[in-house]
C-alpha cells in the first residue's frame, strides 16, 4: 500500500486531499481487481501512511489540508550550514541511479539570508522553502522548521545575569542558544557544558563538564582553540581502562596466520619529532627487471576493536589535530606511540600492500595481507635528502642507500605520470609556527616538500590507489576519498581575476578547465610564472577548488587525476584508513560470511563518510585558527615594527597583505587616511579624495599597529607604497566610478537631496 500512496502522490500535480488519494490507490487496484473497494481499514492505513510521510518530511501537508510529495513542492530538507553572522547555506542531498545503475549523489546547495534562518544553528536538519531570484542563477532558502539538532555540548564564557548564571557560547555560529548554568559558577570562566535539558528550540538548561586556565597559561591557549571547534583532548575513562588491556609486545599467538616478513629491509621515513609511525617501506629488484615495492601499515585494527570504548573515542574524533607544537590524538598514546607505532627494531603488526611495479610506474601485480614486519631504521626526512640529492650519508644510513634510491627513481616516475595525466600542484609555501617551551610563538617556518617528502607520498599515494582499485574492482564496498570539479562560479571570479591582473591564458576557459585536468593543471603552472603575483594567485584558485570528502560512491579524485582512490595508509591517525583496514579484514582477507560483511559495511559507510568529512574540516578550522592565533600572538610584541608585502586580497573592508614572511594581516578603512570605495569589478580600492588607490598585487611597506591574540586580528598600517600593480583597464574604470560618485554628490547636493 506505502508505494502506491507514494506512486499517487509522485504522479499528482498539485496537493490533493486524503479522500483523493484514497480513490486514487482504489483506482490503481482495481486494475488488478476491477470489483477491489477500500475498506475502511484500508482508507486507515492509507492516512497512517501519509501521517507518517509527513512527519519525515518526505511528504507536505497544507493548509487547507491537502497533500504533496515534497518532490513536487518548493520544500527541501537539508542540513543547515551557518556562519558566524547568523546566515549560512543548507546542502541537500539527493541519491539516484543513473541508467548504467550506477548510484549518484547530487548537492543542491541554497544561501539562507540571516534574516530567514528562523534560529537555526550550524549543523540542524532543516525544512526550506526554496526559490530563485528573478535574473539570478543563485538558488535561496528560507528555514521553515528545524527538523533535528545533534549538540550535546558547547563551550563558552560563564555570565551573570542577576542571581543566575548562563554560558555565552564562543561560537558565533551558536550566538543563538541561551544556556543557564545550575548552581554557581565563576563569572568569566572559561567552560565546556554538557547540554541536559533542552525547553525550546534555542533555550537549555546545562552542566559544566570542564573549565580551562587562564588564556595565558603555558599550552592551555591552544586546547581552547581545539576544544571550541569540536575537538576534545581527553579520553574517556572507559577507553582509558581499556588500553591498559592492549598488549605493548608482538605475542606468538598475534602472528597466527601473518606472513613473516621480519627478515625484508623495512624501514620508516618521517620527521625527526615523530612518535606516531604508521606506514614503512620495502623495496626489491626481482629477476625480471621490476621492483616488489611493498607499503607496510600499522595493523591498528587488530589492538582496536569493533564496537569497544577506544573505537567509539577513534570515530568520535574521526582524526588526530596537529596543532602548533601539540597533537591531539585519535587514539590514546599507549597505542599511537606505542604498540601500533612502527617502532625501529621491535616485530610490529601490519596491514601490506605489496606491489610489483615496472620501469614505466604500472603496477603489474599486487597482493594485500597481514603481516609481520620489524623495521630496521627510522629514517627521517633530512638525512634522506642529503642521501639523494647530495649524495651525503648520515651513519647508520650506509646499507640502505641502494634502496633509498630504487625507491627514488620510481617515485620520479610515479610523479611525472600523475602530472601527465593532469595531477594538480600548488606553489603555496606552508606556515609553521615555531614555540618555545612555554607555548609561545617565537618565530615561523615554512614546511619544505623535497625528495624524500615527494617520495614517501608517491608511494602512499599508489598504495591509496591500488587498494581502492582492488576493492572497486572486486564490487565490494570501500570508502572512497573523492575530489569534485572545481565550482564553477568561484572558477569563473578567478578568470576575472586572471584577466583584471594582466595576465589573459587564451588557451584555457571556464568550461575546459572544469572538465580537462590537463588544462587545470597547466593553469596551475601558468600562474607560477606571474612573478610577486604567484602566491596571491595560487590561493586564489585554491579557493575554487572542492573540497575533498569521504563517500561510499565513488566519483573519482580530480586533483590527484585518479579514478579510485582512498585512505589506506594513516590507520593511527585517520578513522577512513581504519575503516579501510577492517573491510579489506572482512572481505578479501577473511571472506568468511562475506555477504554479511558486505551488507554491514554497505549500511555502515554513509554515516562514516559524512562524520569523517566533518571531523576532518573541524581538524583543519582548529590548525587554522591556532595559526592565526599564534601568528597574533607572535606579532604582539612586533607592534610597531615596518614589513614588507603583498596585497593578496581587496573588499569594502580593507586590504589583506601577506607579509614575505607568510603572516597575514589586515589594513583597515579606518588605518587608511580619506574616503575610499571597492570596486569588485576590478578588485580595487579607489580613493575619493585624489589619494592612492590600491590593486591587488601591489607591494607595500606597513607598520603593524595592533595584534589581538584572542581575535586572532593582526592590523597594519600602510607607510608606502613600493611598486604599483597597474591593473589592466582597470585605472580609466576607477576614474570613470570616481566621476559618477562625485557626480552623483554634487547633484545630490544641487538638489537638496
Known amino acids: 500500500m506505502e508505494e502506491l500512496v507514494e506512486k499517487v502522490l509522485r504522479k499528482a500535480k498539485k496537493a490533493i486531499s486524503l479522500e483523493a488519494i484514497c480513490t486514487k490507490v482504489e483506482n490503481l487496484k482495481k486494475k488488478e481487481d476491477e470489483n477491489y473497494a477500500l475498506s475502511d481499514e484500508d ?363 630504487n625507491l627514488n627513481m620510481l617515485a620520479l616516475i610515479l610523479r611525472r605520470k600523475r602530472l601527465i595525466k593532469g595531477a594538480l600542484e600548488f606553489d603555496r609555501p606552508e606556515l609553521k609556527a615555531i614555540v618555545d617551551d612555554e607555548g609561545k610563538a617565537v618565530d615561523f617556518s615554512v614546511r619544505v616538500q623535497d625528495d624524500a617528502e615527494n617520495l614517501i607520498e608517491e608511494f602512499m599515494l599508489l598504495a591509496n590507489e591500488t587498494v581502492d582499485k582492488h576493492l572497486s574492482d572486486a564490487g565490494l564496498p570501500c570508502l572512497h576519498r573523492v575530489h569534485d570539479i572545481p565550482n564553477e562560479e568561484r572558477l569563473t571570479e578567478f578568470f576575472n581575476l586572471l584577466n583584471i591582473v594582466g595576465y589573459k591564458p587564451n588557451k584555457y576557459n571556464v568550461d575546459a578547465c572544469r572538465t580537462n585536468p590537463i588544462l587545470l593543471q597547466q593553469l596551475a603552472e601558468f600562474i607560477k610564472e606571474t612573478g610577486s603575483l604567484s602566491n596571491m594567485l595560487s590561493t586564489n584558485l585554491i579557493r575554487c577548488m572542492s573540497r575533498a570528502k569521504y563517500s561510499p560512491h565513488n566519483i573519482g579524485h580530480s586533483g590527484l587525476a585518479k579514478d579510485n582512490y582512498c585512505h589506506f595508509t594513516s590507520p593511527i591517525r585517520r578513522y577512513p584508513d581504519l575503516t579501510i583496514h577492517r573491510i579489506i579484514k572482512d572481505c578479501v582477507i577473511s571472506k568468511d560470511n562475506i555477504n554479511f560483511a558486505i551488507k554491514k559495511w554497505k549500511d555502515k559507510l554513509p554515516e562514516i563518510a559524512i562524520h569523517s568529512s566533518k571531523m576532518e574540516r573541524i581538524a583543519d578550522e582548529a590548525e587554522v585558527e591556532v595559526l592565526a592565533m599564534k601568528c597574533a600572538e607572535y606579532m604582539q610584541s612586533h607592534v610597531g615594527c615596518d614589513y614588507v608585502g603583498t596585497i593578496i586580497g581587496i573588499s569594502e573592508r580593507g586590504l589583506q597583505v601577506q607579509l614575505d614572511n607568510y603572516i597575514e594581516g589586515k589594513v583597515r578603512l579606518r588605518n587608511l587616511t580619506g574616503e575610499y570605495l571597492y570596486n569588485h569589478e576590478t578588485f580595487s580600492l579607489i580613493s575619493l579624495n585624489g589619494r592612492e588607490d590600491y590593486y591587488i598585487g601591489d607591494r607595500l611597506n606597513v607598520r603593524v599597529v595592533g595584534a589581538d591574540k584572542e581575535r586572532k586580528t593582526i592590523d597594519f598600517k600602510v607607510n608606502q607604497k613600493i611598486e604599483e600593480n597597474l591593473l589592466r583597464g582597470a585605472y580609466n574604470k576607477n576614474n570613470l566610478v570616481k566621476m559618477k560618485v562625485l557626480e552623483d554628490r554634487r547633484n545630490r547636493k544641487l538638489y537638496n537631496i
Open 43 to 405: 482508507k486507515s492505513l492509507i492516512e497512517d501512511i501519509v501521517n507518517n510521510g509527513v512527519s519525515e518530511y518526505r511528504y507536505i501537508k497544507t493548509t487547507s489540508d491537502n497533500y504533496a510529495s515534497i518532490n513536487k513542492t518548493s520544500f527541501k530538507v537539508g542540513r543547515f550550514y551557518g556562519n558566524r553572522n547568523g546566515a549560512g547555506t543548507v546542502i541537500v542531498s539527493n541519491m539516484y541511479t543513473n541508467r548504467y545503475g550506477k548510484n549518484i549523489v547530487n548537492e543542491e546547495r541554497y544561501i539562507i539570508d540571516r534574516d530567514d534562518a528562523n534560529m537555526a544553528i550550524d549543523g540542524d536538519i532543516v525544512l526550506i522553502d526554496t526559490y530563485h531570484k528573478k535574473g539570478s542563477k543563485t538558488a535561496i532558502g528560507k528555514v521553515s522548521k528545524i527538523i533535528s539538532r545533534n549538540l550535546e555540548s558547547v563551550t563558552g564564557i560563564v555570565i551573570r545575569i542577576g542571581n543566575s548564571y548562563f554560558v555565552e557560547p564562543i561560537d558565533k555560529k551558536k550566538r543563538n542558544l541561551k544556556i543557564a548554568i545550575e548552581g554557581e559558577a565563576i563569572e568569566g570562566q572559561k567552560v565546556a557544558v554538557s547540554l541536559d535539558k533542552q525547553t525550546n528550540d534555542d533555550f537549555y538548561i546545562g552542566t559544566i563538564t570542564r573549565t580551562f586556565n587562564h588564556k595565558d597559561d603555558p599550552d592551555s591557549d591552544i586546547l581552547w582553540e581545539a576544544f571550541k571547534c569540536g575537538i576534545n583532548d581527553q579520553f574517556s575513562k572507559y577507553t582509558l581502562e581499556e588500553v591498559k588491556t592492549v598488549p605493548q609486545y608482538v605475542r606468538d599467538m598475534d602472528k597466527i596466520g601473518r606472513d613473516d616478513l621480519t627478515s625484508w629491509e623495512v624501514f620508516t621515513i618521517d620527521g625527526k619529532d615523530t612518535k606516531d609511525i604508521d606506514d614503512a617501506l620495502s623495496c626489491q629488484k626481482l629477476p625480471n627487471g621490476n621492483y616488489l615495492v611493498g607499503v607496510h601499515i600499522a595493523d591498528v585494527s587488530y589492538y582496536v576493536k569493533e564496537d569497544s570504548y577506544i573505537e567509539k573515542d577513534a570515530f568520535s574524533r574521526g582524526t588526530s589535530a596537529y596543532l602548533a607544537n601539540k597533537v591531539i590524538p585519535m587514539l590514546p598514546h599507549e597505542l599511537s606511540n606505542g604498540i601500533c607505532s612502527l617502532n625501529p627494531w621491535v616485530e610490529r603488526l601490519a596491514l601490506s600492500c605489496i606491489m610489483e611495479i615496472d620501469s614505466d610506474g604500472n603496477v603489474v601485480n599486487h597482493t594485500i595481507c597481514n603481516t609481520v614486519i620489524k623495521s630496521s631504521m627510522k629514517m627521517n626526512y633530512y638525512d634522506v635528502n642529503n642521501i639523494l640529492k647530495s649524495n651525503v650519508i648520515a651513519s647508520g644510513y650506509e646499507s640502505h642507500v641502494d634502496t633509498l634510491k
